[in-house]
């Protein structure tokens, strides 16, 4: 993880929340100190270490359907898939090792303009939509 990222620390992981209306994303480290206090039936101890959640999903209907699931489960692999795509753009789409100046995944040359749909342009695009930071 990047060290000066501004977001929770990831790992994060969700759970249904009680009552069942929402499911609710946590660092991962919270919910599995919370099934662990949960497990010995501690139920004092569960609810201190989930503290706030990072965010609540609703859906449509209660119990909340499964786009709340869904988008949960997105939002829970945020920082892995951030992490994921920092590493992707990081580097020169162009293998200059291999010799060669067309880009790897569009396969425009160097001094050409990446393809609209190139990875890795939309990819740049996305984490600068998540870190609101130019790379
Ligand atoms: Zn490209």
């Given at each position: 993880m990047t060290q000066n990222a501004?977001?929770?620390p990831g790992e994060w992981g969700y759970k249904i929340a009680l009552g069942q209306?929402?499911?609710?994303?946590?660092p991962i480290e919270?919910?599995?100190k919370y099934n662990a206090?949960?497990?010995?039936k501690d139920y004092e101890a569960a609810s201190k270490w989930l503290g706030v959640a990072i965010c609540h999903c609703y859906?449509?209907?209660l119990p909340?359907?499964?786009?709340?699931?869904?988008?949960?489960?997105l939002i829970a692999a945020a920082p892995d898939l951030l992490e994921a795509l920092k590493k992707i753009t990081d580097k020169s789409p162009y293998a200059e090792e291999r010799g060669t100046d067309y880009c790897l995944f569009c396969n425009?040359?160097?001094?050409?303009?990446?393809?609209?749909d190139c990875p890795f342009l939309l990819?740049?695009?996305?984490?600068?939509?998540?870190?609101?930071?130019?790379?």
């Open positions: 501004k977001h929770t209306k929402s499911f609710q994303v946590y919270r919910i599995k206090s949960l497990a010995i859906g449509r209907n909340p359907d499964q786009s709340a699931e869904a988008n949960a489960r425009m040359r160097d001094w050409q303009p990446h393809a609209d990819g740049k695009a996305a984490l600068f939509k998540a870190t609101g930071e130019q790379s």
